[in-house]
């Protein structure tokens, strides 16, 4: 069901809230929009200026390791001022409240952690752009770290334990989606008696198959989103609104 208006779907929603044993949150770029954060993938949007490095490429060219470090960098003064939105507030709220046992996300902004969600309760399917990992042995790195290497050497820096290559801690085209989240995010998904997928365009698989799999184990599918996504004819709710309006009244239940 398509809500016709912003009214009468924060009222449906909230009553399928009301209702729900178990909600398990699944989280687009578009939930962060209104944190400054730029969708990646709308008209507009960072890969429509530049090319995605996929993560081959990363590994193998020094050149693309550097592109992608100042790429970064570029961006660090957005994503550092960036604070939680209304939809992140809104999820920590049902989480306090025992609601939320974690949230799902496609997000790298570390927004949920900054909302109250403890750390292991975000399932990061494409990884954490707030600090970088070794490609080889996995050591974990600051940025601050990262950055002074970078503009010393003039180059992106290597592993200083398997000299391997260090990339921010995310899961670029082409990289083996992180096992643990997928397993969890799987069970959660299993699990719940209402899903709701939230500023996500759901055509990013796998990632996308989690609402379905909801879905198809028996919870109730709720989709908020302005535009319309394949996955609309199967959702009991579908919300075309602003995200921070239509969680805004549940910031602080």
Request: charged share 25%; with cysteine; hydrophobic share 40%.
């Amino acid at each position: 069901m398509i809500a016709s208006d912003l009214r009468s779907g924060v009222e449906r929603l909230g009553d399928m809230i009301a209702e729900a044993k178990t909600i398990v949150p699944f989280t687009g770029a578009g939930i962060s929009t209104e944190c400054g954060i730029p969708d990646f993938r709308s008209p507009g949007g960072l890969w429509m200026r530049n090319r995605p490095i996929p993560f081959d490429e990363f590994a193998t060219s020094q050149e693309a390791r550097d592109e992608s470090w100042r790429r970064r960098f570029a961006m660090e003064a957005t994503f550092a001022a960036a604070k939680p939105g209304r939809g992140h507030r809104a999820l920590a709220s049902l989480y306090r409240a025992g609601k939320v046992p974690a949230v799902i996300t496609q997000n790298i902004d570390n927004l949920h952690q900054a909302s109250g969600f403890a750390a292991e309760h975000v399932i990061e399917l494409h990884g954490n752009t707030t600090y970088a990992r070794c490609i080889g042995c996995g050591q974990t790195y600051q940025l601050d770290w990262v950055k002074r290497r970078f503009e010393e050497d003039g180059a992106a820096p290597d592993c200083t334990v398997c000299d391997e290559p260090v990339k921010t801690a995310t899961i670029s085209f082409g990289q083996m989606m992180p096992e643990d989240e997928m397993q969890r995010a799987t069970e959660l998904s299993r699990d719940c008696d209402l899903f709701i997928a939230i500023g996500s365009s759901l055509v990013v698989w796998p990632a996308a198959g989690f609402p379905m799999m909801a879905k198809n184990c028996g919870a109730r599918l709720v989709i908020i989103n302005r535009e319309p996504t394949e996955q609309d004819d199967i959702a009991d709710l579908v919300i075309r609104h602003d995200i921070g309006e239509t969680l805004g009244p549940f910031v602080g239940n």
